[in-house]
């Protein structure tokens, strides 16, 4: 028996835990006054909502990047952080999504636009509009982002042809209570209200109630001789709001349907045919508001592939935009509030675009892109995140081979740069942030990249989706081989067998994929060769030796002072041969030497200021330099032979490699196989220099 099972009355609890202490209560309009009087914000239209929303789950100011990263994206708190997004790129779209909100919160005019996602498949544009939706659910959820609507009750008491089971009605566009409000009167309270708003914002509401409501409301007021109050203490029940995607409530998701059978009602609602007998055709109470567009009133509208849509559909959306109406067939116009977001890729938006019949429309879309990860660090999180989320036991992920992924991925995403001292590999490099050993000026290759393309640099190439696939394809495969482990070696193999066969890459890529696959394994190439040298000759006492007197030297040189002789222990002038042996390992050259050396020392100083120890392998650069200096001292004694012995039975000197790129995240057969590929390529190159 599993004593921590949990029972019945545990889960009840854990949901009622959940659920809003008034979700199920009701309070009057004069309790509502008082409710927005201490929070103003309760009456919050949807862009002051959703803006309030991002910056509710936390921010961070990136001054490097020049954007703000919102916790929502890059942490996702209430998912513990499965679904966060990687990559500067999508980090700026969501910057500029935002932007535009609180633009549209102030009344700038982007209120008055749709927000048009675009970007190539598997971009991250669903995925963030899904992500949107969730928190926005949450948010309504809690004190912070609460919002109330209202219901009318006790109607048959008072209208006559009132049927039965419409006694009590709730808003059907689920409208802030206080448009029961006349307008002058309304504009009275919302001034008194601003007064005590603390937020970047004011507060508005000119909105009419819906068709439906109004109704109501005149036959109220005729019964009660025009007493607004006695209308709003006898037949409105003020409660709380909660957005809701399944129950289409604050939330609503549109896709396109075949196109010969769209109608515009799905969008603006559409005559109750079940309560034409009762009311009339022409009857308001015959209506039934369950458009999309009526859906999504005080939240999010949501329009997956909304370029699909008829040219005909589209026009709905000229006065949900900037009218902020929409007009159902055989209605009067009723007021809306929500942010439109809608969702598209490059060929679709390139069509309407060049359409002049869509002028209307495209003047009121703010275009943002959602381009494709640029950094391949950054796209191999995307690839880990999907290992993290999966059931993979004992699958051991070998070192680089993530990244290589994304490196490929990368390359075929890039313009190729129109600079002699510069090719692919180096700008892939260069967009990561590790190009430090040659002179790259990133901003000019993004510009010259902008000039070059119509579309923009991540705007093409190969998806995450095809390398996911290929991933898990390598991964399924080497569980059938009982091989425990998954290295960039085996899935090069699948990227170069699927290449051709999927349907996303264009047969006029396929030249310029295949070179980039051989770029990427010659990158794979040298870093395995770095590894296997590391295996060989790594010593981290040594490693901190050499490092601190490196660091020596240097500071005497920055200083023009002088060093002590670990030998004879007197002082001497720093040893310019020893320091630039180091350098030269990165092959920096003399006329940069002083540059590097300051970089060096200011990292060193910044270290020490936060109370860290000196450690050079915390400097990528430093380690990087050290570890093939020492290469360089120690290779003389290794016995090469070893490396490419085919002997059944292992040395203890190939264990001990073995066990030193275990340290470095290997598997035990990953290590053999990188042993075997780059082992043979070291022993060749050291061999062949020793009979020269």
Same mark, same amino acid.
């Given at each position: 028996?599993?004593d ?11 949901y ?24 103003p ?38 998912? %513990?952080?499965?679904?966060r ?6 980090h ?15 009344r ?17 544009k ?6 949107v ?19 009318? +009750? ?27 409000l ?17 937020a ?34 006898n ?9 809701d ?7 609503? +998701? ?16 559409d ?14 109470r ?23 849509l ?18 159902p067939?055989n ?25 002049e019949?869509m002028?209307?429309f495209?003047?009121r879309?703010?275009r ?26 004992g ?7 993530? %990244? ?5 991925a990368v ?13 692919v ?17 990133v ?9 070059a ?9 190969v ?8 991933i898990?394809?390598?991964i399924?495969?080497?569980?059938? %081989? ?18 051709e ?7 006029e ?12 394994r010659?990158e794979?190439r040298e ?12 010593d ?49 050259? %003399? ?12 990292w060193?100083?910044?270290r020490?200021?936060e ?8 400097n ?5 330099a050290l ?32 066990e030193a ?29 020793e009979?020269?």
């Amino acid at each position: 028996m599993n004593d921590k099972r949990k029972t019945v009355e545990e889960i009840s609890q854990s949901y009622r835990d959940g659920v809003p202490d008034d979700v199920r209560e009701s309070r009057s309009f004069d309790q509502y006054l008082d409710t927005i009087h201490d929070d103003p914000k309760v009456t919050r239209n949807a862009h002051q909502r959703v803006a309030d929303m991002f910056d509710y789950y936390g921010t961070q100011y990136d001054e490097d990047a020049g954007l703000v990263r919102y916790d929502l994206a890059s942490d996702d708190p209430l998912d %513990e952080g499965r679904n966060r997004f990687f990559g500067d790129e999508i980090h700026l779209a969501i910057h500029e999504f935002v932007n535009k909100v609180k633009g549209g919160s102030r009344r700038l005019g982007p209120e008055k636009r749709i927000k048009l996602l675009l970007g190539p498949v598997g971009s991250g544009k669903s995925d963030f509009d899904r992500r949107v939706r969730r928190y926005y659910e949450d948010y309504t959820r809690r004190d912070e982002g609460r919002m109330y609507t209202f219901r009318w +009750t006790g109607l048959c008491d008072v209208i006559d042809d009132q049927y039965p089971v419409d006694d009590v009605v709730r808003s059907p566009m689920n409208q802030d209570p206080l448009v029961l409000l006349p307008l002058e009167q309304r504009r009275e309270v919302i001034e008194d209200l601003n007064t005590a708003l603390d937020a970047p914002y004011t507060l508005r509401n000119e909105q009419a109630l819906d068709p439906e409501s109004e109704l109501y409301m005149d036959m109220l007021l005729a019964n009660y001789d025009d007493d607004l109050g006695e209308v709003l203490d006898n037949h409105v029940e003020v409660v709380r709001l909660l957005a809701d995607e399944n129950r289409r409530q604050c939330i609503e +998701t549109f896709e396109p349907k075949d196109k010969k059978n769209q109608d515009e009602t799905e969008l603006t609602g559409d005559i109750d045919y079940s309560k034409i007998a009762v009311y009339g055709e022409s009857d308001p109470r015959a209506f039934d508001y369950s458009g999309a567009l009526c859906n999504a009133n005080r939240g999010l509208f949501s329009g997956e592939e909304l370029l699909k849509l008829q040219q005909e559909f589209l026009y709905d959306f000229l006065h949900a935009t900037q009218e902020q109406t929409i007009k159902p067939r055989n209605n009067p116009r009723i007021d809306i509030d929500q942010v439109i977001v809608g969702r598209t890729n490059m060929p679709e938006y390139l069509q309407k675009k060049k359409d002049e019949k869509m002028e209307a429309f495209n003047d009121r879309t703010k275009r943002i892109d959602f381009p494709y990860v640029l950094e391949y660090e950054e796209e191999a999180r995307i690839y880990r995140k999907l290992l993290d989320n999966a059931d993979i036991p004992g699958m051991s992920i070998e070192p680089h081979t993530l %990244e290589m992924a994304g490196l490929f991925a990368v390359l075929t995403r890039l313009m190729e740069p129109d600079v002699e001292t510069v090719d692919v590999l180096q700008k892939a490099r260069a967009y990561n942030g590790d190009a430090e050993d040659i002179e790259v000026d990133v901003d000019k290759l993004r510009d010259e990249a902008d000039e070059a393309s119509d579309e923009g640099e991540g705007m093409f190439g190969v998806s995450p989706r095809f390398i996911g696939d290929e991933i898990a394809e390598a991964i399924m495969d080497s569980t059938h %081989e009982e091989r425990g482990y998954l290295s960039p070696l085996a899935l090069f193999t699948y990227f170069e067998d699927n290449l051709e066969s999927h349907a996303s890459i264009s047969s006029e890529d396929h030249e310029d994929y295949y070179r980039y696959l051989e770029l990427t394994r010659e990158e794979y190439r040298e870093r395995a060769i770095e590894d296997v040298r590391h295996a060989l000759a790594y010593d981290v006492e040594e490693i901190q030796a050499q490092g601190e007197k490196y660091m020596d030297h240097v500071m005497a040189y920055i200083d023009d002072s002088t060093v002590e002789d670990e030998v004879t222990g007197r002082q001497q002038e720093p040893d310019e041969s020893f320091l630039r042996a180091v350098e030269e390992q990165l092959e920096i050259p %003399e006329d940069r030497k002083d540059d590097f050396r300051q970089e060096v020392s200011n990292w060193v100083s910044r270290r020490a200021r936060e109370g860290e120890v000196f450690k050079p392998q915390d400097n990528e650069r430093l380690r990087r330099a050290l570890e093939r200096k020492m290469w360089e001292d120690k290779k003389h004694n290794i016995n090469f032979s070893a490396l490419v012995s085919s002997g059944d039975t292992e040395s203890e000197q190939q264990n001990n490699w073995i066990e030193a790129l275990s340290d470095r995240g290997y598997s035990e057969e990953g290590a053999r196989e990188v042993l075997e590929f780059a082992g043979a390529e070291v022993a060749r190159t050291e061999m062949e220099g020793e009979e020269e």
